[in-house]
Structure formats: structure tokens, C-alpha cells
């Protein structure tokens, strides 16, 4: 099965700046230090004995998670997504020069930029973005942040020059959040070329069990009905282990589900998060749980969700 990983992240600590990176500034995780490192595509290991250097009481503890089926098939990185990763966020296109002088894979870029920069600051950082081949869209982390940015004029506007350069823009905010969902939808009504998608499945709440009466649960579903709504709407399901380091599948499975039954199966991408995945898994263990958690659908589907769908949103030609 080839797989194009649609959400990852590269690091250059020799370069680059990657301020959230230090163990001195947040977010304060106590185990930062398993990314604290750098990481090239030579890092994006699907193949078994390129794991050596996991522990070997990890690997049998993965073994037994794994159904026989999704173990034995055989997974081959077609490519991937570039998604900004603070390498320098006063001049982004650095990133995008050091990728692309050193990738060889197929790759696309999500490139950082400020939407708090001034109209010609923000078509003068687009500019110099669109001299790289590899930018296909940008991202400014919106979380916290995300009415007070979606509601201002000027964020508004830079949306549509976005969406005048054919650039998409990953979202990153939580989708229980019910007054940011209703701005981003009235965004995507009134600007249906501007193509949104959707990072870390909009930060579903997390319990290990089923649990539909779960108040913040019901939130994050009623933001996934409402932004399903709009054609130029896509989702990627990543950043599980953001949420809950040791997760259970089965609330995987739940929201891989629960995106699929509202999006359907061309506006839904499985995503690596890599290296953060690492924290719970090793990248190869990361895919083959994909595998398992859709292992009742059909072989087409699958090529859809790891393949064919990121081929699409990302502006991949002739993998």
C-alpha cells in the first residue's frame, strides 16, 4: 500500500530556531526530549527491521495491539506534507529552502505565516513563498486564538489572497469551540475557492470508551457536522498522542469514523504528526494501526484515506 503522510514535521536544530522545542519554554512536556533532536525523511521508517533501535518490550507490546493482517502488509512512503514547524517564523521561506535543497521524496509544503502582518507584509511573505516550488499552502496556529483571529477583517482578507494564489490553510483549533467553527463557516461560504483543511481532526475530546453523552464529545461532533457542510472543507485525523500519550484505538476508531461518516471518504486524511507520533509509537507502528482501525472497510477506501485523498488536497501530480 503507498501511502503519501499528509501532516509531519522535519527539524534542522543547527538552522532553524524551533524556540517551542527547548525544555526552557512551553509546552513544558516531561518528555520533550524524544524530539528534541533532528529528524530527516532517512527518520520515516515503515519497514521492520529499520526499527532496531526501538526497545524490545515496546515492540512486542505494539505486536500484540496489531491484528496479523495489517502486520504483514507491506507499506511504501510515496511522499509527504511539510507542515511549518518553527523553523523560522520571521522568515518562513527559510524552512522551504532547507527542505527542498535536501528531500529527495516527493513533498508538498504547508508553510508558516503571520496573519497579524500588514496587507503588503502578508503578499510580500506570499510572494517569496510562491518562488518555492514545494508550497502548495500556509498555516498560522490558531488554537486559542482562533475567534479573535477568524473575526478580524484584516484575517479575513488575508483568507482570500490566500485562496487568489490557489494556497490552502490548515487549520489548527479546536472544533468544540462553538463560536470559531460559526466564523470559519461563514469564511468557507463566502470564499468557496479558499480550500481549508482541517489539522489533528479539530481536537477531539478524549475518553477511551464510547461515550455519546460526553458534553464535550457532542461539541466537537456538532463542529464536524457543521464544517462537513462546505465542499472546499477537508480533515485530517492526526495528533492523537497530543491529546492522551497512551490512547486506546478504539477512540481512534471512533473519530476516524465519526469524520468519515460526515466528511466521507474524499475529504478524510490519515496523518503521521511525525516525530510528535513518537511519543506513543514508532512511525511504522503509527501506519499499521491505520491499518487496523480500518481494517472492515474496503482496500479502496484505505488507498483513499493514506493515499489518494492527500494526492488530491495537496496538489500532488503523477505519484
Not at 248 to 273: D, K, P, Y
Request: aromatic share 10%; charged share 20%.
Amino acid at each position: 500500500m503507498k501511502i503519501i503522510d499528509p501532516h509531519l514535521h522535519l527539524f534542522n536544530l543547527e538552522q532553524g530556531d524551533y524556540h517551542w522545542l527547548s525544555a526552557k519554554n512551553p509546552p513544558y512536556w516531561p518528555d520533550k526530549e524524544i524530539i528534541n533532536k533532528n529528524f530527516t525523511e532517512n527518520d520515516l521508517r515503515l519497514n521492520s527491521q529499520e526499527e532496531a533501535h526501538y526497545q524490545q518490550e515496546k515492540q512486542e507490546k505494539q505486536e500484540q495491539q496489531a491484528l496479523t493482517s495489517p502486520q504483514d502488509t507491506k507499506l511504501t512512503l510515496a511522499g509527504f506534507v511539510h507542515i511549518e514547524a518553527g523553523f523560522d517564523n520571521i522568515n518562513p521561506w527559510r524552512e522551504i529552502a532547507w527542505l527542498e535543497s535536501h528531500c529527495q521524496l516527493p513533498f508538498r509544503s504547508v508553510a508558516n505565516i503571520n496573519l497579524n502582518l500588514t496587507n503588503d507584509e502578508f503578499e510580500q511573505q506570499l510572494t517569496k513563498l510562491l518562488g518555492y516550488d514545494s508550497v502548495v499552502g500556509c498555516r498560522h496556529i490558531l488554537d486559542e486564538d482562533a475567534v479573535e483571529l477568524l473575526n478580524s477583517k484584516k484575517v479575513q482578507q488575508h483568507l482570500k489572497q490566500l485562496a487568489r494564489h490557489k494556497l490552502s490553510f490548515d487549520v489548527q483549533m479546536p472544533l468544540k469551540n462553538q463560536a470559531a467553527v460559526k466564523i470559519l463557516a461563514d469564511i468557507l461560504q463566502f470564499n468557496p475557492t479558499l480550500r481549508i483543511i482541517i489539522d489533528h481532526a479539530g481536537w477531539p475530546p478524549y475518553h477511551p470508551q464510547k461515550n455519546k453523552n460526553d458534553a464535550q464529545w457532542q461539541l466537537w461532533q456538532a463542529g464536524i457536522r457543521e464544517l462537513s457542510k462546505y465542499p472546499n472543507c477537508a480533515i485530517k485525523c492526526s495528533g492523537w498522542e497530543m491529546t492522551e500519550r497512551q490512547y486506546e484505538l478504539v477512540w481512534q476508531q471512533e473519530v476516524i469514523q465519526t469524520c468519515l461518516t460526515e466528511f466521507g471518504s474524499h475529504r478524510v486524511m490519515l496523518a503521521s504528526n511525525f516525530p510528535l507520533c513518537l511519543f506513543s509509537n514508532s512511525y511504522q507502528q503509527h501506519w499499521k494501526s491505520y491499518l487496523q482501525a480500518t481494517a472492515q472497510t474496503s482496500e479502496e477506501l484505505q488507498q483513499a484515506l493514506c493515499f489518494n485523498n492527500t494526492e488530491h488536497w495537496y496538489r500532488f501530480k503523477n505519484l
